[in-house]
């Protein structure tokens, strides 16, 4: 699976076709876009646990999250190992698909799904309490590599659930995110070095 | 000598230069490549074939790039896409390459190449495992845990150590829409649309077919606030073609016309001029042939040059013709002594250069040589029988004031006291855009785009060769080593090599043991456990991992690589193997502090600019020579001080034609110098006639030197008005040369008036 989804990836990105939203569809992504903080700067905890199919347990972890809309994600890991990555739409690095897969990350994380029509089939639901999106590849190159992305939220993203085309399924819970001033220090130092890889 | 026995005598002399080429003819004699004029040691057949396939590469080559300011990629693709129609339809296209459709590629090269996973690694890893090998097994749990930790493979590449190996080197970074890749840079968005064009139609009517279809296409394009940028090498063929026609029609129109009015109103008879040019067509194929009886091939600027310079035997065509217009009847021992000595004189100088040991100077001495002596022999053994000329009076020299004849002889020291005076400001300049300067257009598309896109290959490029395909590779890793080094320290952006993708045998088997150590360690025991497997399985994975060192040959590989590396391969012959590295954004020469065995930087351009520069000089030094040995033949003929007083009209003409120029701020190229040599064949003839010529004839004499000086203006000339600064340069000296030599041969007249000249 992943040389195919290799090949499928090298050289470029994943595939927006050219169809466009629901008229009602639209609205409603409307509605929850305006909901969300979308403040420039925002920090907040994250706990994730990833479950792949080769392995025996899920791999739980946890750590800070930060979002800039100009610099990207960090995502600082504290435990059960300490590290610290930054998703960026231009990356660095040889790992392509790793790479490639920040970007509808990152417009996820900014709360941006109409800029994710050209990727996914997007379906919205926007209720009192919580509103949630779900994305399905559009075409073959897509779902090659995700079989669906499923994010919930109120003011702010909440969950964010990452089905991936070979049953690795990734859930990340943010908590306590909160809109930030760019020169907060704790901000500061997320963006402050270079991830490693 | 009989009229028929002369018609004879040309025939036969026809018939062996004719015979003589027809024996030793042989197709592609006439060579395009430049760099053969630098002479075989600093050339090489495999030089030659690697700058061969890159100019296929790039020849027919267009790339159209359309940007979108506002960042919208649903309707940037979907332009393209109407925009692929628009070219796929056109004439002046032939081929269109702008859809991502070449994963079956991908898909070959995985299959063979995955196998050979335990002893292939992309640079970075290769320096991790060297250095830090843990760093690795960090890398790979920070992925894990991270958010995009896409189609890991934790069995057979549990470190994605091939998948980087794989995806590493030169590639888009864009996303697709639909089949066509959407590019970004800032908040610019691009697409790329790769066209051959349909070869560039030289003759006939001007026609810029694809220049059209640009600007057609542009203007579409602003329609949808869209910018489309093209660049490709046959939009400046197509510029320059048109440009050398528009300047052919108007400049030899002009030129053409007004020497037929010219000779109109001078002989009252086209014949003259007809003759003329005639003895001068019969002086080129001479010369053609003599060059491909004595040499086999030339180079064209051989033949541009020769054929100008045997230009000069109009000079013994109006020598005659103006001869017959006499009221006395003309004998051909009244003019055969000034021709001869011309002749003799002109031909053993540039004999004298082709005995030269080089190409250019070579090709051009029997060209000329032989050439002015089939000219010169059309015009003594046809012109008596062909020539119908009304005989008519002429009082020309009359007319001129009385001059002392220190006049003449002050005039020519000036000249030569001027020109000495500007050699010390002498500055020289021979580059590639003496031939073609790029318009303002074409040059700002091409900025534009090299901004957006800078990952376009340089002309420079190192050849490699081995004597076989491992010691080219080994050979190739030697010189990417000292690439990185200067990639690294930012004199170089990047480069393209195949042991990039392909290392030696000698490097994978390195990697194979870097790799085998590495999945033998206690950290990648320890990597599996810590994600749960039990010390069982993570040591049944690690052996699975720790598989035997393969072999794969180059060529194995190549026959599925992609076309950014098969492109590089130039194949094995008996000397051995060759291929290209290619250069990415070069910013600083030389790139090598020492030279590597079978490694050689090829610079196209600079080579170029490099052999103008050495044949300038060859033919700057050559001129004393030339000097002498006209000297030599007219003192023999008149005398050392009447030969003194000869070669000081050329000489002078010269070196006041050269000062001119330097006064005027040019740099001196080749172009500069093969006008000179040109000026100075005429002010030998010149000279030679005036001196020669007996009382009766000095104003027959004087209207055949200025004939022969204005036709040679107009011909030659008003090139001075071409676009193209090599051209521009030839005629401007030749210009300025053919006045001053006028002038000094009018000033001879103007002192000579008294006595017999011969």
């Given at each position: 699976m992943g040389a195919r989804w290799l090949i499928l990836w090298v050289g470029f990105c994943l595939c927006p076709p050219l169809l466009a939203l629901e008229p009602q569809q639209q609205r409603v992504l409307a509605q929850i876009e305006a909901r969300l903080?979308?403040?420039p700067q925002m920090l907040g905890r994250f706990e994730q646990k990833k479950t792949l199919p080769q392995l025996p347990r899920p791999l739980l972890s946890s750590g800070v999250v930060a979002l800039s809309r100009d610099q990207g994600i960090s995502w600082r890991v504290q435990k059960p190992i300490a590290s610290h990555r930054i998703l960026k739409a231009a990356g660095t690095g040889d790992d392509v698909l790793a790479r490639q897969i920040a970007v509808p990350l990152l417009q996820i994380f900014r709360g941006n799904?109409?800029?994710l029509d050209g990727l996914f089939h997007v379906s919205a639901e926007n209720g009192d309490d919580q509103w949630q999106v779900k994305l399905t590849p559009k075409t073959e190159a897509v779902g090659n590599v995700i079989a669906s992305i499923e994010v919930r939220g109120d003011r702010d993203i909440k969950q964010i659930r990452l089905a991936e085309a070979n049953s690795a399924v990734t859930e990340m819970q943010l908590l306590e995110l909160r809109a930030v001033d760019e020169s907060n220090p704790q901000f500061e130092a997320e963006f402050s070095a270079e991830a490693t890889e | 000598m009989a009229p028929k026995l002369r018609f004879a005598v040309w025939f036969a002399v026809a018939a062996a230069y004719a015979l003589a080429a027809a024996v030793r003819y042989q197709s592609?004699?006439?060579?395009?490549?430049?760099?053969?004029?630098?002479?075989?040691a600093e050339r090489s057949p495999v030089a030659a074939a690697a700058q061969q396939k890159l100019n296929r590469q790039l020849q027919g080559s267009v790339l159209w790039m359309l940007v979108s300011a506002q960042g919208d990629g649903d309707t940037l693709a979907a332009a393209t896409q109407a925009l692929a129609e628009k070219l796929r339809v056109?004439?002046?296209?032939t081929g269109l390459e702008y859809r991502w459709a070449d994963s079956t590629r991908f898909e070959n090269e995985w299959t063979l190449l995955f196998p050979l996973r335990q002893q292939l690694l992309a640079g970075r890893d290769r320096k991790l495992l060297e250095e830090q090998p843990q760093q690795l097994v960090e890398r790979q749990l920070a992925a894990l845990y991270g958010p995009e930790s896409a189609?890991?493979?934790?069995?057979?590449d549990p470190f994605a150590i091939f998948r980087h190996y794989f995806s590493s080197g030169p590639q888009l970074d864009a996303q697709l829409y639909g089949e066509i890749p959407v590019q970004q840079n800032g908040e610019q968005l691009f697409t790329l649309v790769q066209s051959t064009a349909a070869p560039v139609a030289l003759g006939g009517r001007i026609r810029t077919p694809l220049l059209q279809l640009r600007s057609e296409l542009q203007s579409w394009a602003r329609e949808r606030k869209l910018t489309l940028l093209t660049v490709g090498a046959p939009l400046h063929t197509e510029y320059a073609a048109a440009g050398a026609q528009r300047e052919i029609r108007l400049i030899g129109g002009l030129s053409i016309a007004a020497i037929c009015v010219l000779s109109l109103l001078v002989f009252r008879s086209l014949r003259p001029l007809m003759l003329s040019v005639f003895a001068i067509g019969c002086g080129i194929g001479g010369g053609i042939a003599a060059v491909i009886a004595l040499l086999g091939q030339m180079h064209i600027l051989a033949f541009v040059f020769g054929t100008t310079v045997t230009g000069l035997a109009i000079d013994y065509a109006f020598h005659f013709v103006c001869n017959r217009m006499r009221p006395v009847h003309g004998r051909d021992r009244d003019i055969l002594p000034g021709l001869l000595l011309g002749l003799v004189s002109s031909c053993l100088a540039f004999f004298a250069l082709a005995l030269t040991p080089f190409p250019l100077l070579q090709q051009m001495g029997v060209f000329v040589g032989a050439g002015l002596i089939a000219a010169w022999l059309t015009v003594v053994l046809l012109f008596p029988t062909l020539l119908k000329l009304r005989r008519r009076p002429l009082a020309l020299v009359e007319c001129l004031p009385r001059l002392r004849p220190s006049r003449y002889f002050i005039a020519l020291a000036l000249l030569l006291v001027f020109g000495a005076t500007m050699l010390p400001r002498i500055e020289f300049g021979d580059d590639l855009q003496l031939f073609y300067t790029p318009p303002q257009f074409l040059a700002a598309d091409e900025d534009r785009l090299n901004r957006l896109l800078p990952s376009r290959p340089e002309s420079a490029y190192f050849l490699v060769r081995g004597e076989d395909w491992q010691q080219l590779l080994a050979r190739e890793w030697i010189l990417a080593r000292a690439l990185r080094a200067k990639r690294d320290s930012g004199a170089l952006d990047d480069f393209q090599a195949l042991s990039q993708r392909f290392p030696p045998q000698r490097v994978q088997r390195a990697d194979w043991q870097l790799l085998h150590d590495f999945y033998g360690s206690a950290s990648v025991e320890g990597f599996y456990t810590r994600l749960g497997y039990s010390a069982e399985e993570a040591r049944a994975l690690l052996a699975d991992l720790r598989r035997p060192f393969r072999q794969l040959t180059l060529p194995e590989w190549l026959e599925v690589a992609g076309r950014q590396y098969s492109d590089l391969w130039l194949g094995c012959d008996k000397g051995g193997c060759a291929s290209i590295v290619r250069l990415y954004?070069?910013?600083?020469?030389?790139?090598?502090?020492e030279s590597i065995d079978g490694v050689q930087l090829v610079d196209p351009p600079r080579a170029i600019a490099a052999v103008m520069s050495q044949q300038r000089d060859l033919l700057l030094r050559l001129l004393p020579l030339v000097l002498v040995v006209v000297s030599v033949v007219v003192a023999l003929r008149t005398g050392a001080r009447r030969a003194l007083a000869i070669v000081g009209l050329p000489l002078a003409a010269l070196v006041g034609t050269l000062g001119i120029v330097v006064l005027g701020g040019a740099a001196i190229n080749l172009f500069h110098v093969a006008a000179l040599l040109l000026v100075f064949g005429i002010g030998v003839d010149y000279a030679v006639f005036s001196q020669l010529s007996g009382p009766g004839e000095r104003s027959h004499t004087l209207l055949a030197i200025a004939m022969a000086g204005v036709t040679t203006l107009l011909g030659f000339g008003l090139l001075a008005l071409s676009a193209t600064p090599a051209i521009a340069d030839f005629g401007l000296a030749l210009a300025v040369g053919t006045i001053l030599t006028l002038s000094l041969a009018t000033l001879f007249f103007a002192q000579a008036v008294e006595g017999d000249n011969r």
């Open positions: 903080e979308k403040a799904f109409s800029a | 592609g004699w006439l060579q395009t490549d430049i760099l053969t004029l630098a002479g075989d056109s004439a002046a296209i189609g890991l493979d934790l069995q057979r954004g070069l910013h600083q020469s030389p790139l090598l502090n």
